[in-house]
């Protein structure tokens, strides 16, 4: 499948259609918290006029029209983010979105490799990142926010001008170019992931890659698919590909999209003064909302019997296809989490991180909305698979879309095989990236000769047709809050403190942080303990807390020095006495980790690091 409307081929056309569907209804919206006033719209006319203006000031200030031109956008959700988007189409352009996770190297290897003259930018905080080390294509800066003489100073010295959006909107007004729309085979955006070890890597999406992604979404949710009355709230990041298919399914029906107000810490609020009908989410948010009604109850025996009375009820309901927030259960027990959530709540999507089952039923049954998991790659346009509402068992990413097929390919050395239902997963469809930009190895590793893209997740069939992610094949993972971690790489930094002889760092996907198992150097912990009157075998200073706190605060600061960010940062460590050896089958005979045996190995201390540490934060 390729699209699921004959007018809206391409994002050029989809935003047109969600102009026409609409009526000129609200587009897009935001707050200032500030302000003590509500949400503020744009309707779609006006949205669209803007959008073309802003693409006619690009060309009037010498960008070039056509798929060759990529211009960068560094900021948060804001409508401006999309009148940029929509601008850069009217005139064939291409988007490269930008965000802090990056860091600035990676932004600057970014504006770099794609020759980037142009960049839009929220505030003159993100401007400040860029030019303290600005690559030598930058030319222009687009401020969507004032920015101060400093900084234009600054700028000027580099020799790149600061523009302001509203400049660039009315010299597009005065010089009114002509619109050059995208095919769909066009490029629409090159969409950078931060996944792996090394520089950022860049994914080609062309307008046909999202659309389908997109109109295969739609077919899936079917009578639940937005409609030109949905509001949703957008608060991932833009730069992400989740976030985007979620309002491309909005504009295309012609919805509205309401922006949070940039604080993650008043989401609450932004969700209480919009309203939503529709939003995405990740399993983190997810997983706050419900160890605070857990926390909540636990304090009292009535209000522990009445939940578990309400989720019972609810629970049954949803197994016979109801899903309501009408019921007696929702006025006395889930009103406050519905009205956390805006109280209108008819769909959620949730995506980017495995969400955990009991932690997924527990929110159908609370939102009395329908609430859908999705799986899949930046590389296919973010969802390759969603569960089919109505399905109400957990512990599974759905069904593939009809915009792709998927198939499980054999993975020996894992002992996963697809004639056994396991393997790793492989997508081929409309909605598969075309490789990764002005990078052709790495292009030849994800995809193969015959189009498949090869994941790296291990899946396996279950009995109803539903794909369970159960493995990654290469050592990499992602944490709950859809940050990928390189388990190697934190440990070559580890291995750099004297007192650490081997080591081995684990994550899991439904936890925001990562564990380590740590064997000591014998004779530099004996040293330090001998200098400090401690005194034992290994195995006896493994169980003194002092050493413990030594290794921790020492690889803690290496990685700090080492430029790890803090979610790459072991929170606990277990000190094992025994090291890992080919003998006790924890190292392959060139003495690699084994990384699936030390996880087995290890599996009771592993569970005990994360128990103690949940306990210790509850506290």
Request: net charge positive; aromatic share 8%.
């Amino acid at each position: 499948m390729k699209y699921f409307y004959e007018d809206a081929k391409t994002l050029y056309e989809v935003f047109r259609r969600g102009v026409r569907e609409s009526n000129n209804g609200p587009c897009l919206g935001s707050r200032d918290p500030s302000s003590g006033k509500g949400y503020q719209w744009l309707n779609y006319n006006e949205a669209l006029l803007r959008a073309k203006n802003f693409g006619s000031g690009l060309v009037a200030l010498g960008l070039e029209p056509g798929v060759k031109t990529f211009v960068g956008i560094y900021s948060q959700n804001c409508p401006e983010w999309i009148l940029t988007e929509q601008g850069l189409y009217c005139q064939s352009m291409v988007i490269v979105p930008l965000y802090d996770t990056l860091g600035p190297e990676a932004c600057s290897f970014i504006i770099s490799q794609a020759n980037i003259s142009t960049v839009v930018c929220q505030d003159e905080k993100k401007m400040l990142q860029l030019l303290n080390n600005p690559p030598r294509s930058l030319r222009f800066l687009i401020a969507i926010k004032d920015v101060s003489r400093e900084v234009i100073a600054k700028a000027q010295k580099l020799n790149i001008e600061i523009k302001s959006f509203e400049e660039i909107e009315k010299l597009g007004a005065a010089r009114g170019a002509r619109e050059i729309p995208p095919k769909p085979g066009d490029l629409s955006t090159i969409c950078y992931t931060s996944g792996t070890t090394g520089l950022p890597k860049g994914v080609l999406l062309t307008h046909e890659n999202v659309v389908a992604s997109v109109s295969a979404t739609l077919v899936q949710l079917a009578e639940h698919k937005p409609h030109k009355s949905d509001v949703m709230l957008s608060f991932l990041p833009l730069a992400h590909m989740l976030e985007r298919c979620c309002e491309v399914a909005v504009y295309i029906a012609g919805g509205a999209v309401g922006f949070y107000s940039g604080d993650i810490r008043n989401l609450v609020d932004d969700y209480k003064c919009l309203k939503p009908t529709i939003t995405p989410s990740v399993p983190r948010l997810l997983n706050r909302v419900y160890d605070k009604v857990m926390a909540a109850a636990s304090g009292s025996a009535i209000k522990r019997f009445m939940l578990r009375m309400a989720l019972a009820s609810k629970k049954a309901e949803i197994e016979r296809g109801v899903v309501r927030r009408t019921s007696m259960w929702d006025k006395l027990v889930f009103k406050k989490v519905q009205d956390g959530m805006g109280g209108r709540l008819r769909l959620l999507v949730v995506g980017s991180a495995p969400l955990a089952g009991n932690v997924l039923t527990f929110m159908r049954c609370a939102l009395g909305c329908v609430i859908v998991e999705g799986y899949g790659q930046t590389e296919c346009v973010a969802p390759a698979t969603l569960t089919v509402q109505g399905d109400y068992k957990p512990e599974h990413v759905g069904t593939p879309l009809p915009s792709n097929a998927i198939k499980l390919v054999d993975v020996p050395e894992m002992d996963y095989y697809a004639a056994q239902g396991q393997g790793e997963v492989c997508i081929k469809g409309a909605n598969v990236s075309q490789g990764y930009f002005k990078d052709p190895e790495k292009t030849k590793e994800a995809i193969d000769s015959q189009g498949w893209l090869h994941t790296g997740d291990v899946g396996e069939w279950l009995p109803n047709g539903t794909l369970k992610i159960i493995d990654r094949k290469k050592h990499i993972f992602k944490l709950s809050q859809g940050e990928y971690i390189v388990p190697e790489k934190i440990e070559s930094i580890y291995l750099r403190s004297p007192y650490v002889g081997q080591v081995f760092v684990h994550g899991e996907s439904l936890k925001s942080y990562v564990v380590g198992i740590i064997v000591p150097d014998v004779e530099e912990v004996k040293s330090w303990a001998r200098s400090n009157g401690i005194s034992g075998t290994l195995s006896v200073l493994c169980n003194d807390p002092r050493v413990k706190q030594l290794i921790l605060d020492d690889i803690t600061e290496r990685g700090k020095n080492a430029g790890l960010k803090s979610f790459e940062q072991v929170k606990d460590i277990y000190l094992h006495p025994d090291p890992f050896s080919v003998q006790n089958g924890l190292l392959t005979p060139t003495l690699k980790s084994k990384r699936p045996e030390l996880r087995k190995y290890f599996k009771p201390q592993l569970d005990d690091l994360y128990a103690n540490n949940t306990e210790s934060r509850s506290k």
